[in-house]
Every structure is written in structure tokens, then in C-alpha cells.
């Protein structure tokens, strides 16, 4: 689409919305209009062409959004598609709106919603690539975050006070900002949070998660072929463990894969290992979602009944153990032993 002399690339995705328009519809007013919405993680696809194809192929057999179950990973088609059909946009209209996009000289114009489909605030700006960036940081993400990860809930450490909750924000209104309105004015509301420092959101793809899954050992060969990259590496990890509590601990190599991944791709990646039996089957084993600039992660268990799993206390640093001296182990060993346990489970 054009705008004055600038020329904007829409992408098809932006934050936690994707739309299958090929070109705008026109609204009353004559501005050029583009619909994003929330589709389930399952429905995702680096490849775009292959995310009509998911939703075309998953409209055959669930007719609306509500239908999908959302833990469902949809195994990757073998051809993309250029459209949706009937039964496939149809599908696509039922998924809760995420965003609508605005263009009309000269402002561009945001609305951002919540799941619940209520209007969140309105960004205007007269530069797309001066507010995208900041808008997709706001509040209501977080909450389409939950969405998202409600079926892998149990992989991130609670907030204390809101329990299951995978992404921090923080208050840092910006509505009075100059980066705001050196192009034009902003109206939304001054107290909307965004995104804290330790997670990353970028534009497009919006938020980005860290997932550190245990590698099982008898496929730890096949998986040192894959080739490391920003986004998926095999790290030679160390594992502790104490038998019993006046035991010492006990030090071993454990690998673990890391995957740095949109938001919306967790699951894929989490379905992938399960597929080529790459997870390690142990409960203790770390299958963790993190936030991408968080402090590092020291995966703890606790056992209630050490002659049942075999461990009284375990842990798994991310580290190799030729990195951690006697004294970085102890240290290790001292912090983990002083942590308050948790209560024990009724009997």
C-alpha cells in the first residue's frame, strides 16, 4: 500500500495477528483498512504460504476458532497456499481480532484489542516504522500471551501473585514521549504498561521466548548434527544431584536444547522434540519457558520420596561442567541448599 510518497510493507504478521489480506479494504471514510487476528499457536508457519494452507486443512475439520483445540500442533503441510478458501476464511473470522490497521493521509492509526474483544487504546503516528515498534510493546501483549501459552502454563515459573503469568511488564507510560509525537499526535491511554527490559519484542514477530528442554541421553548424537544458530543451539549443560539429604552432590554432563523463538512457535519446537523422541522422559529433566533477557537459569527439583525417584535434591545449571571449578560448585551447592523447599505434598 502507498502512502504519499512513502511506500509501507505491510507483513502479514504483527505481533500475535496475522491476516490473509492481499490488499486493503476501504472504509467509509476512504482510508485504507487491514484486519489482523489472533490465530492458534498450532496454526503457525515460518513459510506464510503454509499458514493458509494449516488454516485451510484445519477448516475442514474445525469450522471455527472456538473449535481448535489450542494444544494442537498442526503437522507441517507439504504445500503452501496463496488463499484462503471459503470454509478457511470463514474459520480465519471467527479468530478474535487482534488489530486494526489504518491508513489515511496523513496518519496511520493502531487499535489495538484485548481477547475479551474490547477496544485496548488507539496509536497514531504520521511514521509506521517510528510507532509499530513501540505500539506492539504495550499492554494488551500480555495478555494475548496468556492465551498463547495456556496449554504450556505449567512450563513457567508463577507469579507470585497472579499465578500463571508468561510475560512481565512494567509502567513506563509513553504517551508524552517526543519518540511518540515528533510525527504526529498519539491518543491512548498515559498509563499503558509495556514490555519489562528482560523480555524482547521486536516488529514484526512481536514477543520472543527462551525454552530450555532436557535432551534425552540416547538421542544426544543425533541431535549434535543440527547446526547451532541464534535461534536453536545443543548446550553441554551440568547436572547435581544428592541422593539423600547428608549425601554430597554428585556432578555430570546433561545437555539441553535452547530455542529462541516468537512467542507463537513455542509449541512448535516443543512439539517437534516430542516427535523425535528428543525429550528426556525424566520428570526431573528441565522443560522451561523463559523470558529472553532474564537472569540465568539454575532448574531446581525437590523429592518428597528420594527412594521413589532416586534424588533427594537435584539441579541443572547451564553451564559445562569444565566451566565450573570446585569453587563455582560449591557455591552452586550452598545456594541451592539454603532455598526454601516447598511444602510437602498431602499424603
Known amino acids: 500500500m502507498t502512502e504519499g510518497p512513502e511506500q509501507i510493507s505491510l507483513p502479514t504478521q504483527i505481533g500475535f495477528g496475522w491476516t490473509p489480506q492481499r490488499g486493503p479494504t476501504v472504509d467509509e471514510d476512504g482510508g485504507m483498512v487491514f484486519e489482523y487476528r489472533y490465530i492458534p499457536s498450532g496454526l503457525w508457519m515460518i513459510d506464510g504460504s503454509k499458514i493458509f494452507a494449516q488454516i485451510n486443512r484445519a477448516a475442514n475439520v474445525y469450522a471455527t476458532f472456538d473449535e481448535y483445540p489450542p494444544d494442537l500442533i498442526g503437522e507441517e503441510p507439504p504445500d503452501g497456499q496463496l488463499e484462503l478458501t471459503p470454509a478457511g476464511l470463514a474459520f480465519f473470522q471467527s479468530c478474535p481480532l487482534y488489530a486494526r490497521f489504518h491508513a489515511k493521509q496523513p496518519y496511520i492509526t493502531w487499535t489495538a484489542y484485548r481477547p475479551d474483544g474490547e477496544k485496548c487504546f488507539v496509536a497514531r503516528s504520521g511514521?509506521?516504522?517510528?510507532m509499530m515498534p513501540h505500539a506492539i510493546t504495550c499492554t494488551p501483549i500480555e495478555l494475548w500471551a496468556k492465551v498463547c501459552f495456556e496449554p504450556w502454563g505449567h512450563l513457567f515459573e508463577p507469579h507470585p501473585t497472579h499465578g500463571f503469568w508468561p510475560m512481565h511488564m512494567q509502567e513506563a507510560p509513553q504517551?508524552?514521549?517526543?519518540?511518540?509525537?515528533?510525527?504526529g499526535p498519539l491518543e491512548r491511554p498515559e498509563s499503558v504498561p509495556t514490555a519489562q527490559i528482560t523480555e524482547r519484542v521486536e516488529f514484526p514477530f512481536g514477543l520472543f521466548k527462551t525454552v530450555y528442554a532436557s535432551v534425552a541421553w540416547d538421542h544426544v548424537e543425533t541431535?549434535?548434527?543440527y547446526p547451532s544458530t541464534d535461534e536453536m543451539e545443543l548446550m553441554k549443560c551440568s547436572l547435581a544431584v544428592r541422593r539423600a539429604e547428608a549425601d554430597p552432590f554428585e556432578w555430570k554432563d546433561h545437555w539441553v536444547f535452547r530455542f529462541t523463538v516468537p512467542a507463537q512457535y513455542v509449541g512448535r519446537m516443543l512439539h517437534w522434540m516430542h516427535k523425535n523422541e528428543f525429550e528426556h522422559p525424566g520428570t526431573w529433566s528441565v522443560r522451561s519457558v523463559v523470558p529472553v533477557f532474564g537472569p540465568?537459569?539454575?532448574d531446581v527439583k525437590f523429592n518428597f520420596?528420594?527412594?521413589v525417584g532416586g534424588y533427594e535434591t537435584l539441579f541443572i545449571v547451564l553451564k559445562p561442567l569444565e566451566e565450573l571449578d570446585m569453587s563455582a560448585r560449591l557455591q552452586y551447592e550452598m545456594d541451592v541448599s539454603h532455598m526454601d523447599r516447598p511444602e510437602r505434598p498431602p499424603e
Open 305 to 307: 520420596t528420594p527412594e
Open 127 to 130: 511514521n509506521f516504522g517510528t
Open 296 to 298: 540465568e537459569l539454575v
Open 175 to 183: 504517551a508524552n514521549s517526543k519518540e511518540w509525537i515528533s510525527h
Open 223 to 225: 541431535c549434535k548434527s
